[in-house]
């Protein structure tokens, strides 16, 4: 069985960084598309950014793109969510996200295995 293990999340100010990280139980070879997606009380699920394994080709939401940057270390089986200039509608459980299959780029639908999530609170 799969595991996603997120870390990373905190309270901080507008306007600051944080780098969240999720630890896979598997190489990430074997998956084919990695993702972040987040969830704000209230509101639905969304995706974040998305990482081709293979290649590393990303996507992000226009919400995120020039902010957050996602990235990979096959070595340590971890991908991971750089977030700057925080903002306070960024306030969410973010959670990491595993495919085995093909996803369209640009889409969130389809993904096989999650994370527990890691809370991040923007404080203005």
């Known amino acids: 069985q799969v595991q996603l293990v997120e870390s990373g999340g905190d309270s901080v100010q507008a306007g600051g960084s944080l780098r969240l990280s999720c630890v896979a139980s598997?190489?990430?070879?074997?998956?084919?598309?990695m993702a972040w997606f987040r969830q704000a009380p209230g509101k639905e699920r969304e995706g974040v950014a998305t990482?081709?394994?293979?290649?590393?080709?990303?996507y992000y939401t226009r919400a995120t793109k020039g902010r957050f940057t996602i990235s990979q270390d096959k070595a340590k089986s971890t991908v991971y969510l750089d977030m700057n200039n925080l903002k306070p509608e960024d306030t969410a459980m973010y959670y990491c996200?595993?495919?085995?299959?093909?996803?369209?780029?640009?889409?969130?639908?389809?993904?096989?295995?999650w994370g527990q999530g890691t809370l991040v609170t923007v404080s203005s």
């Open positions: 996200a595993a495919s085995e299959r093909s996803v369209v780029y640009g889409t969130f639908r389809g993904f096989d295995y």
């Open positions: 598997d190489i990430l070879d074997n998956f084919i598309v």
């Open positions: 990482i081709y394994t293979a290649g590393g080709s990303t």
